[in-house]
């Protein structure tokens, strides 16, 4: 009763909230502060030069040229059902970092006051306290971590004493590389392999930072660990890699938010997360996507080319990823499963939402390598305005798989009568003890149910927002509680001139 | 109350005419009935009262409180007072009960200027009205109409009526897909808000429902009008002998 009281509450706090923020996106707001930035364009050089500003050993510089030069005989790929200009790899900067950050500051006391500020309005103080996003813990004394990346480089990280004392490491990842290197060496690039695919690629040549978490066997992470992206700098691209451990027996929940400022011009995001886990680990990972998303006409925006996948190495280990994609102009996003230990379980949820011009191609891979391996996607994608929505989605069960099992169920919802749901499952069974099911459907707000709502007093925008939060509910209950609220709020916002 | 004058509608898409001046006037603390066979324009009136797309106004007006209904947003009708109880409830999936309510309630509360009712008050509130009308704690956790009977829903439709306070309650056939004892259920909760300062206009096909609701008058709707208005005993006379004499009558 309880639990269904506190949902009861957010309900009606997006409502509120919807009103109060009558902005359309409200974190296109821009820092101005002095920074530096790499030569324009990509060469062996600029590798070399992002390797040598984050003061890397000789290893990680050849594995990044070795990316570079693997790149440069790739082309880039078409399959997805996204249409934008080419991008011009050579008229972007691949590095870009505050002044400030030259030295890296010893502790949160010694960062730039212009950044602590940056991120303070962003609703992320980098303090040491029990509050996210503004948003008060609803069990009192909950604490999250933060990392905090704002273009190129982590301008800091929250509570790393703390979780040092349980063992947990949690830093940016180019600390990682110096200070944990048998770590880094024996795991990054063995999920999303150097040749995985055109900007994993790239991302393992360019990546300036990132961050970087090491949970120990038998061991619960005190606290939810996160990290920030802002990208702030123009015509600049980001590159973030991520890197998630969970020894045996071990258990984190992550939680990853993205914003950045409105530019005419489009941008480049191109991230790498690969997480890891060994027997009976089991990591959480949420997303609330909400880059900028361009305007309503379709200018700028962000361009997001983004590689996930989770390898459940070892036995009886369990990934969840929870993403709502509510941002970027361009979205192409498959967070995946490797399910290779036996008995191991993979889960998929995820909310995506086009609005305007927007287009997104997002799904998730089950890839079932181990007997009597489970997983469970539950996508719900909305469109609204012009935008092209397509959920991708490939379930695979290999011959050893013997007695997997997936369900997946897939929703589509459109608002408006210019925009475009798609569903392209892939469904591949080499064993024939193995079961998959798929659902889908499609179906359109309801005139009826808006109809409904407003005769009992609410507003046009309002009752959108009721709905589509209904018709996400599953995926919502899949968050933790801060980014449910917040994620609430944002599919509110983002369809925000989608009905009238 | 509601003064309705000369109302004349007819459907958005194609020209047909469905009300064809329709005359009323309800004064607060009446129950008014409006009975009348199929296709007679009843459900069209509410739909036209509270302000549902697809309907064009051709001539006439209406005005609750003085206030003219017919150029207010359905939301701010319902915030000055007007409710529709809903021949066939919509089904909103995902969205619990409780929360449709509370949203519903503090968004009227809001465009009326005033402070909203906190989770602790709503919750005393609605327990209490839902004990009324047997809706268990269940019943208010579930999507809103998602798998109800067909008595939950009209049920449920009371409650959001209990719990919004209108002034000006109209019931679209709210006995249609009744048992008995479901059928008495809702007439109690309808009865249990009858008070001098609120009305309502109770549209049904039949008698039964106005043995448990009693009406102070009954009007006979035919063809897109009013053609007859009378006492109580209008009801009984139409279950007797079926509306062909009346109409008969009239031609």
Same mark, same amino acid.
């Given at each position: 009763?309880?639990?269904?009281?506190?949902?009861?509450?957010?309900?009606?706090?997006?409502?509120?909230?919807?009103?109060?923020?009558?902005?359309?996106?409200?974190?296109?707001?821009?820092?101005?502060?002095?920074?530096?930035?790499?030569?324009?364009?990509?060469?062996?050089?600029?590798?070399?030069?992002?390797?040598?500003?984050?003061?890397?050993?000789?290893?990680?510089?050849?594995?990044?040229?070795?990316?570079?030069?693997?790149?440069?005989?790739?082309?880039?790929?078409?399959?997805?059902?996204?249409?934008?200009?080419?991008?011009?790899?050579?008229?972007?900067?691949?590095?870009?970092?505050?002044?400030?950050?030259?030295?890296?500051?010893?502790?949160?006391?010694?960062?730039?006051?212009?950044?602590?500020?940056?991120?303070?309005?962003?609703?992320?103080?980098?303090?040491?306290?029990?509050?996210?996003?503004?948003?008060?813990?609803?069990?009192?004394?909950?604490?999250?971590?933060?990392?905090?990346?704002?273009?190129?480089?982590?301008?800091?990280?929250?509570?790393?004493?703390?979780?040092?004392?349980?063992?947990?490491?949690?830093?940016?990842?180019?600390?990682?590389?110096?200070?944990?290197?048998?770590?880094?060496?024996?795991?990054?690039?063995?999920?999303?392999?150097?040749?995985?695919?055109?900007?994993?690629?790239?991302?393992?040549?360019?990546?300036?930072?990132?961050?970087?978490?090491?949970?120990?066997?038998?061991?619960?992470?005190?606290?939810?660990?996160?990290?920030?992206?802002?990208?702030?700098?123009?015509?600049?691209?980001?590159?973030?890699?991520?890197?998630?451990?969970?020894?045996?027996?071990?258990?984190?929940?992550?939680?990853?938010?993205?914003?950045?400022?409105?530019?005419?011009?489009?941008?480049?995001?191109?991230?790498?997360?690969?997480?890891?886990?060994?027997?009976?680990?089991?990591?959480?990972?949420?997303?609330?996507?909400?880059?900028?998303?361009?305007?309503?006409?379709?200018?700028?925006?962000?361009?997001?080319?983004?590689?996930?996948?989770?390898?459940?190495?070892?036995?009886?280990?369990?990934?969840?990823?929870?993403?709502?994609?509510?941002?970027?102009?361009?979205?192409?996003?498959?967070?995946?499963?490797?399910?290779?230990?036996?008995?191991?379980?993979?889960?998929?949820?995820?909310?995506?939402?086009?609005?305007?011009?927007?287009?997104?191609?997002?799904?998730?891979?089950?890839?079932?390598?181990?007997?009597?391996?489970?997983?469970?996607?539950?996508?719900?994608?909305?469109?609204?305005?012009?935008?092209?929505?397509?959920?991708?989605?490939?379930?695979?069960?290999?011959?050893?798989?013997?007695?997997?099992?997936?369900?997946?169920?897939?929703?589509?919802?459109?608002?408006?009568?210019?925009?475009?749901?798609?569903?392209?499952?892939?469904?591949?069974?080499?064993?024939?003890?193995?079961?998959?099911?798929?659902?889908?459907?499609?179906?359109?707000?309801?005139?009826?149910?808006?109809?409904?709502?407003?005769?009992?007093?609410?507003?046009?925008?309002?009752?959108?927002?009721?709905?589509?939060?209904?018709?996400?509910?599953?995926?919502?209950?899949?968050?933790?509680?801060?980014?449910?609220?917040?994620?609430?709020?944002?599919?509110?916002?983002?369809?925000?001139?989608?009905?009238? | 109350?509601?003064?309705?004058?000369?109302?004349?509608?007819?459907?958005?898409?194609?020209?047909?005419?469905?009300? $064809?001046?329709?005359?009323?006037?309800? !004064?607060?603390? %009446?129950?008014?009935?409006?009975? #009348?066979?199929? @296709?007679?324009? *009843?459900?069209?009136?509410?739909?036209?009262?509270?302000?549902?797309?697809?309907?064009?106004?051709?001539?006439?007006?209406?005005?609750?409180?003085?206030?003219?209904?017919?150029?207010?947003?359905?939301?701010?009708?319902?915030?000055?007072?007007?409710?529709?109880?809903?021949?066939?409830?919509?089904?909103?999936?995902?969205?619990?009960?409780?929360?449709?309510?509370?949203?519903?309630?503090?968004?009227?509360?809001?465009?009326?200027?005033?402070?909203?009712?906190?989770?602790?008050?709503?919750?005393?509130?609605?327990?209490?009205?839902? $004990?009324?009308?047997?809706?268990?704690? !269940?019943?208010? %956790?579930?999507?809103?109409?998602? #798998?109800?009977? @067909?008595?939950? *829903?009209?049920?449920?439709?009371?409650?959001?009526?209990?719990?919004?306070?209108?002034?000006?309650?109209?019931?679209?056939?709210?006995?249609?897909?009744?048992?008995?004892?479901?059928?008495?259920?809702?007439?109690?909760?309808?009865?249990?808000?009858?008070?001098?300062?609120?009305?309502?206009?109770?549209?049904?096909?039949?008698?039964?429902?106005?043995?448990?609701?009693?009406?102070?008058?009954?009007?006979?709707?035919?063809?897109?009008?009013?053609?007859?208005?009378?006492?109580?005993?209008?009801?009984?006379?139409?279950?007797?002998?079926?509306?062909?004499?009346?109409?008969? !009558?009239?031609?």
């Amino acid at each position: 009763m309880d639990n269904v009281l506190v949902k009861d509450g957010v309900d009606a706090e997006t409502v509120e909230a919807v009103k109060v923020l009558s902005g359309t996106y409200k974190y296109g707001w821009d820092t101005d502060i002095e920074m530096e930035y790499a030569p324009k364009g990509l060469s062996e050089d600029i590798v070399r030069l992002i390797s040598s500003k984050n003061d890397e050993p000789e290893w990680m510089l050849d594995w990044r040229l070795a990316a570079y030069r693997r790149w440069l005989n790739l082309k880039v790929p078409e399959w997805a059902m996204v249409d934008y200009p080419k991008i011009d790899f050579q008229d972007q900067y691949y590095y870009a970092r505050p002044k400030s950050m030259e030295k890296k500051p010893e502790s949160l006391d010694d960062v730039d006051p212009k950044l602590l500020e940056t991120y303070k309005k962003l609703g992320i103080p980098l303090k040491e306290q029990a509050l996210l996003a503004g948003v008060e813990a609803p069990e009192g004394e909950r604490k999250v971590a933060v990392d905090a990346v704002f273009d190129s480089v982590s301008v800091g990280t929250t509570f790393q004493k703390e979780l040092m004392e349980a063992g947990v490491i949690f830093c940016s990842i180019s600390e990682a590389i110096k200070d944990h290197p048998e770590l880094i060496r024996k795991y990054l690039g063995t999920v999303v392999p150097v040749s995985d695919n055109y900007y994993a690629t790239l991302n393992s040549a360019v990546f300036s930072d990132g961050s970087f978490v090491y949970i120990p066997p038998g061991v619960r992470c005190p606290m939810e660990l996160s990290t920030y992206f802002r990208i702030n700098a123009e015509n600049t691209g980001q590159f973030e890699r991520t890197l998630i451990i969970a020894d045996k027996d071990s258990y984190v929940s992550y939680l990853e938010g993205c914003t950045a400022p409105k530019r005419d011009v489009a941008q480049l995001h191109a991230a790498v997360v690969e997480l890891v886990l060994l027997d009976d680990a089991e990591i959480k990972y949420s997303t609330v996507q909400n880059w900028f998303p361009g305007d309503e006409n379709g200018k700028g925006g962000i361009y997001n080319f983004v590689t996930k996948r989770a390898d459940c190495r070892g036995k009886r280990s369990k990934v969840m990823w929870t993403q709502v994609e509510t941002g970027s102009a361009v979205t192409w996003k498959y967070p995946s499963c490797i399910l290779r230990g036996s008995e191991s379980q993979g889960e998929f949820y995820s909310i995506a939402i086009a609005n305007n011009m927007q287009q997104a191609d997002t799904g998730t891979k089950m890839i079932h390598l181990g007997k009597n391996t489970k997983s469970r996607i539950v996508s719900k994608g909305i469109s609204a305005g012009k935008a092209q929505n397509t959920y991708r989605g490939l379930v695979s069960m290999h011959p050893k798989a013997k007695h997997s099992r997936n369900y997946t169920q897939c929703d589509s919802l459109l608002i408006g009568d210019k925009c475009g749901a798609h569903t392209v499952p892939y469904i591949e069974v080499k064993n024939n003890s193995s079961r998959v099911e798929h659902e889908a459907t499609t179906s359109k707000v309801d005139d009826d149910q808006l109809f409904y709502c407003r005769s009992r007093g609410m507003g046009e925008e309002d009752a959108v927002a009721l709905v589509v939060n209904g018709f996400c509910k599953e995926v919502l209950q899949a968050l933790p509680m801060e980014f449910a609220m917040e994620a609430q709020q944002l599919v509110a916002i983002s369809l925000e001139g989608s009905v009238g | 109350m509601l003064e309705i004058s000369n109302l004349h509608v007819q459907l958005e898409e194609e020209d047909k005419k469905i009300l $064809k001046g329709v005359n009323l006037f309800l !004064e607060a603390g %009446k129950v008014h009935a409006i009975m #009348g066979p199929n @296709g007679s324009g *009843k459900s069209t009136l509410s739909y036209v009262l509270s302000g549902k797309d697809g309907y064009q106004v051709t001539d006439g007006s209406a005005h609750l409180e003085g206030k003219d209904l017919l150029d207010m947003k359905p939301e701010e009708r319902a915030a000055a007072g007007l409710f529709l109880a809903f021949q066939y409830p919509v089904e909103i999936p995902g969205v619990g009960n409780m929360t449709f309510l509370r949203t519903a309630v503090n968004s009227q509360r809001k465009l009326r200027g005033e402070s909203e009712m906190t989770a602790g008050e709503f919750l005393k509130e609605i327990r209490a009205k839902a $004990k009324d009308l047997k809706i268990d704690a !269940e019943m208010l %956790k579930r999507p809103v109409n998602v #798998g109800f009977s @067909g008595g939950e *829903k009209k049920r449920n439709e009371i409650l959001q009526m209990a719990m919004l306070e209108p002034k000006m309650c109209i019931l679209d056939e709210t006995d249609s897909g009744l048992d008995v004892d479901a059928m008495k259920l809702v007439a109690q909760g309808v009865n249990a808000l009858r008070d001098e300062k609120r009305t309502f206009l109770v549209i049904t096909h039949y008698q039964r429902l106005l043995d448990h609701i009693k009406p102070d008058l009954v009007h006979i709707m035919a063809n897109g009008s009013i053609i007859k208005t009378g006492g109580p005993e209008l009801a009984l006379e139409v279950e007797n002998n079926g509306y062909a004499e009346l109409l008969g !009558e009239r031609a």
